[in-house]
């Protein structure tokens, strides 16, 4: 004998939709959760760097295809010291991501495509050359051999790439002084 009452079986529907909704919405939350936990997994065994590092590199954005330009920062803010990227010094950095691995079409290639074109946030200016710091000094990091000596005078060539007239002054007040920083915190350990 069918239910008499229409009203209690449109609840009983309504309620199991309501339910089946919620248990994909905690799937898809632990499914978030897992992926984030992965992430954070290749950050640190990428980078050598653990805990606060890894989600400090997570909260500027870095992910595990993008983690390898995290040592070309310090240069593309040396490039936007002056308000702009100019195509020698675009052609330079790219040069450079080339040789470190970084391949066209790839997605750490379409970010620095996008900050060649528009700087990164200031955050990421402001944590990325300690991060690249402790990376370097990192146990199996993916800096590739890369030195403190090496980032800095990839920072003097970025600068001196389209500076000066008649070849002098080749690297503006501006970007020295951005280089004697990135140069102190590189030092610090």
Sequence with gaps: MADPNPLADR???????YFRKRDRELVER????????????QLGSLTGLEGADVEELRTLGFTPDT????PIVPLLQVAWAEGGVSSEER???LELA???????????????????SEAPPAAVF???TRLVN??????????????????????ERVAAASGGFLGMKRISAEERALI????????KN
């Design 91 to 93: 052609t330079l950095i």
């Design 11 to 17: 609840g009983r529907s309504l309620e199991e939709d």
């Design 67 to 70: 983690i390898s330009l995290l």
């Design 134 to 155: 402790a990376m370097i000094d990192a146990p199996g990091s993916a800096t590739g051999g890369l030195r403190r000596e090496d980032l800095l005078d990839y920072c």
């Design 180 to 187: 004697t920083t990135i140069s102190q915190d590189l030092k």
């Design 98 to 116: 080339r040789t470190r691995g970084i391949g066209e079409g790839s997605a750490a290639d379409a970010q620095l495509t996008r900050w060649l």
């Design 30 to 41: 632990m499914r978030a959760a897992a992926a984030a936990d992965e992430a954070r997994k």
């Design 126 to 128: 402001a944590g990325a």
